[in-house]
Each structure stands twice: as structure tokens, then as C-alpha cells.
């Protein structure tokens, strides 16, 4: 017998101490019926209603013979009827694997393919789209469409709605553990192809709990919901608020009208952009029509907001800025810059670590590094992934030394604040995005009159980074600048377009034969330097 047992204990909590992604769901039904979860556009869903659909979708995906560990996909844009479905997949125990809808049709195959996924669920207009389309036909896998637009019928699909009809609203008992597998959510990594990051129920949790801590969440909260529900960022920021008995309202994508309604209509009290959102909303000429005195917060993320823009921003639209920043493989937020150190410092600047995780800074050899030395930036917690999907060389370098390693070079400085310095590789965020420049490179490899190629991020006002290239021509070969760039809008998603391509004489090498893009990078940093105040 064990010592556990004798005292009268178990082994593990059980369905009676469960730690859950859908919970966080059931919990705010039972105290928040009636209010408000989401709005899109006029449209208004209560706490009551998400949790009967999501009952609903979970039974119908239980009815189809899925069980705990079984993969269902998401190529979806944000709707009401796709956090249902979302949450309907947790209810169930399934393994959400999202693909962002901006990726082309071969990086949408290879997830797919490499996740093993056998259902999938669809808007119906990314469904109408011919490549993609092909894509998935080819691939035989089964489809349940969101119905959008009323294209689901004509394509024969079924509907998420039909498919719900009939379903019962009880929650199935489903038996599955904190740390089993809860979603796989790939991202562009340095290699040419996407990394799936594996995360358990517990670490979206505990990251969601961090949130609501660090950000001072209450039941009237209401966040403007522009970012796209199948990246991390928006999928926390969605269930952070929820969990609080707050609201969303949906968008698809961002423009600062909706933004603007939104947040007057709603009575939004925070808002989450890039710093080209707070550029559009600040330079709109009708923003003063708008009545956005509700804003008590406004965070801005991926990339730090410059000093002109920041000062602007607090001055004329919310006096509370923060600065939020993580990654996939650590489920956000990691690090925050409290609005009360916004106008001290400038520059890179990430802030304090956050509760749920721990920060520092680490050597080659594992050492960690004193407040003020140079390193790579490292966290441990329990938001951390559980590593790649089929991938262990990459998760056992990502773990090294028993942290998690962004890639990421920075200092800590004496007062706690991570000062980010350069990437160890070379990772383009672009708008939010990661873009893999091998990728890039790639594409460009196989116009045939490009004999290299290379791309690096260049400093943008707007993107945080630019995904700019520069290509070689063979010997004899033609091309234009805008030739090359019809080619990559051909092969590439929209966010991995480069917005500078340049044809030039010779690459920098190094004497081994390697291409020196640190050259590019600086003989073009000042290209895209001119930052509207």
C-alpha cells in the first residue's frame, strides 16, 4: 500500500479536482446566464446560449465515435458559431488543432497531414476558395461547415447548425486528465515548415487565471475582439475574459470603424492592437464622432509602440497603456510593461514577468546571467508547452537546461524589466505574425530566374518588422521587382509577402560560403524608418 493510500488519499484528482478548458465555460454559465459572452456586430450571445451549443457540438462530435486524444481542425475566422464549436471541442476532450487561415493551401496540407486530422470544421467562404478547396477534396477529410454566407448547402456540406439540431444540452461525461493533450497550435519556425506546440488543459488555465490576475479582469470588462480566435493570443484574451463573466465583441479582421462602434456600442473598456490599430484609430478623421471615453486599458502587443505614437495614444485615447508580449510555446501573457512605467522608458522594453511564469536570462552554458548581462531570454512555468508534435530533438533543445528557450536575445534590467536585444535566429514578426524566412527563401528559389535569395526583417513603424528580400538573378535571366512579387503572392500567405523585394548585383558572404545577412540587415535599417507622430 502505498503512503498515499494509507492516509486515506488518491492518486489524482479525478473528474472532482479537474482542471479544464471548458470549465472555464460551465463556471461563468452557471453565475452569468443571461449576460452578454459575445456580440458581433447588433448580433448578442449569452453566457446560457454558448454553453447549450457547446453541450450540443460536443455530443454531436462524442455521437461521431470521437473520444479523448482523437484531432479536430479549425480553419475558421472569428464568429459566433466558431466559439461555440471551439468550446464544444474542449467540452469533449478533443485536441484542437487550428490552422491559421492565412496560410496557403500546401503549409494548410502539411498541418493537417502531420497532425493526423480526420474532421475539420470551415467557413464556408474559405471553403469556396479554389485552391484551398482542391486541397482538401484531395485530401478526402471530413468537413463541417460554418454557414456563413449560404454557400454550405450549394457545396453540399453540412452545416454547424443542422448538425446541432437534435443534440442534447446535458455536458457528456468525458473522462480525460489536466495534462492530457489539449491542442496543438503550429507555428512558422526557422525550418520551412510549421512546429505544432503541444499544450495540456492545465497551462491554458493556469495562463488564463495569470491574465485575469495581471490585467485586473472583472464581469464588466468588455474587449474589442479583432485578433483571430486561432492564434494563442486571441484564444486566451478570449478565455480570460469569459472566465470573469466578460464579454467580447467579434470582428474579422481589424478596421477602425467597427473598432470604434464596437467600443461605443458595447460600452468596451479595453482594447488589444498592434500599433498600426492605434495609428488608424488615432488618425481616422471621423474618431471624434465617437464617444470611446469607456477605454480604461489599452494593451499593446507583439512589438513595443514608439515614443511619438505611445505619448499620442495616452494623451487623446486612454491614459492606461500596457505592453503585453509571449509566444506560442509559452501560453500568454509571459511578460507585461505596467502602464505606470509606460512614459519612463522607451525602446524595447517588455516589462515584468508574470505570475504564472518565471523569467531570466541564461549563457550558452546554462548559467543564468545577473540583472544588466546579455543572454537568451528563458521561462519555465506551468504554461510552457509539453514540446513539438513529432518532434523531440526540437523539444529537447527548446528545454534545454531545464527552462524554455525563445530564441530570443535580452538583458534584465536593475528594475526587473526584460529589454529585448535581437533574435538568435532568424524569426521575422511581422503584424503579429511569425514568419519563417527559410520559407520565404524557398519561394524565391523557385522562381526560375532567382539564383539566391535571402530575407530578414527590416524595422517598420507600423509591422514592427518587414519581411524584405533580396534576390540575385541568374546569369542571362529577366525578372522585375513586381514579377518576383506576383510569384510569391502566387505561393505564400498574404502575412509572408514581402513588402520590399530588391534585385541586387551580389550577396554578402561569408568565406565558407554563407550568406552574412546581418550586412543586409544594416545597410537597409533606415528603409522603412519614417514613423508617422
Not at 456 to 483: D, M, R, Y
Request: glycine letters at 10%; proline letters at 5%.
Amino acid at each position: 500500500m502505498s503512503d498515499l493510500a494509507a492516509t486515506g488519499g488518491v492518486s489524482g484528482p479525478g473528474r472532482i479536482g479537474r482542471v479544464a478548458i471548458g470549465d472555464l465555460l460551465k463556471k461563468a454559465a452557471v453565475r452569468f446566464a443571461d449576460r452578454v459572452a459575445l456580440s458581433d456586430g447588433e448580433r448578442r450571445v449569452s453566457f446560457a446560449e454558448l454553453e447549450r451549443d457547446a453541450n450540443r457540438f460536443a455530443n454531436y462530435l462524442v455521437s461521431r465515435g470521437l473520444r479523448p486524444g482523437s484531432k479536430i481542425s479549425t480553419i475558421c475566422n472569428n464568429s459566433v458559431e466558431f466559439v461555440k464549436a471551439l468550446f464544444g471541442i474542449h467540452r469533449a476532450g478533443l485536441v484542437w488543432v487550428p490552422i491559421n487561415t492565412m496560410l496557403g493551401p500546401a503549409d494548410m496540407d502539411y498541418i493537417l497531414d502531420h497532425a493526423e486530422v480526420n474532421l475539420a470544421l470551415i467557413d464556408d467562404n474559405l471553403h469556396a476558395q479554389p485552391e484551398r478547396r482542391a486541397a482538401l477534396e484531395k485530401r478526402g477529410i471530413d468537413l463541417v461547415t460554418i454557414d456563413l454566407t449560404g454557400k454550405a448547402k450549394a457545396a453540399g456540406l453540412a452545416s454547424f447548425g443542422e448538425l446541432i439540431e437534435g443534440q442534447s444540452d446535458a455536458e457528456p461525461e468525458i473522462d480525460f486528465d489536466d495534462r492530457d493533450l489539449a491542442m496543438i497550435i503550429y507555428t512558422s519556425g526557422t525550418t520551412s515548415r510549421p512546429k505544432g506546440a503541444m499544450h495540456c488543459h492545465l497551462a491554458v488555465v493556469m495562463a488564463v487565471m495569470s491574465n485575469c490576475i495581471e490585467m485586473k479582469l472583472g464581469r464588466d470588462d468588455g474587449i474589442t475582439g479583432q485578433f483571430p480566435i486561432f492564434h494563442c493570443a486571441g484564444h486566451v484574451l478570449l478565455l480570460s475574459y469569459l472566465a470573469v463573466g466578460g464579454r467580447m465583441a467579434l470582428m474579422r479582421g481589424f478596421d477602425p470603424m467597427v473598432c470604434m462602434e464596437a467600443i461605443q456600442r458595447d460600452k468596451l473598456t479595453v482594447f488589444v492592437g498592434l500599433s498600426l490599430m492605434y495609428q488608424a484609430i488615432l488618425d481616422h478623421p471621423r474618431r471624434n464622432d465617437y464617444d470611446l471615453s469607456s477605454l480604461r486599458m489599452c494593451i499593446y502587443t507583439m512589438a513595443p509602440m514608439g515614443r511619438p505614437l505611445l505619448e499620442r495614444g495616452i494623451r487623446e485615447l486612454c491614459p492606461n497603456f500596457a505592453l503585453t508580449s509571449g509566444q506560442t510555446e509559452m501560453y500568454p501573457a509571459t511578460t507585461m510593461s505596467q502602464p505606470d512605467r509606460q512614459l519612463e522608458r522607451f525602446g524595447n522594453y517588455w516589462g515584468e514577468s508574470l505570475i504564472v511564469n518565471e523569467t531570466a536570462i541564461m549563457d550558452e552554458e546554462g548559467r543564468l546571467l545577473p540583472r544588466g548581462e546579455i543572454g537568451e531570454l528563458v521561462h519555465r512555468g506551468p504554461n510552457v508547452m509539453m514540446g513539438y508534435y513529432k518532434d523531440p530533438e526540437a523539444t529537447a533543445a527548446a528545454r534545454k537546461f531545464g527552462w524554455h528557450h525563445t530564441g530570443d536575445l535580452a538583458l534584465i534590467d536593475a528594475n526587473g524589466e526584460v529589454l529585448f536585444l535581437d533574435r538568435k535566429k532568424d524569426m521575422i514578426k511581422s503584424g503579429g505574425e511569425n514568419v519563417a524566412s527559410v520559407r520565404i527563401e524557398e519561394t524565391l528559389l523557385a522562381h526560375p530566374a532567382v539564383q539566391n535569395a535571402a530575407v530578414v526583417g527590416l524595422p517598420h513603424p507600423q509591422w514592427g518588422e518587414a519581411v524584405s528580400a533580396f534576390v540575385k538573378l541568374k546569369p542571362g535571366a529577366a525578372a522585375s521587382e513586381a514579377e518576383i512579387a506576383e510569384h510569391c503572392k502566387a505561393h505564400l500567405g498574404g502575412f509572408q509577402v514581402p513588402k520590399l523585394i530588391r534585385i541586387v548585383e551580389d550577396m554578402p558572404m561569408t568565406a565558407t560560403g554563407k550568406l552574412r545577412k546581418v550586412e543586409l540587415r544594416n545597410r537597409f535599417a533606415d528603409f522603412f524608418a519614417t514613423e508617422r507622430a
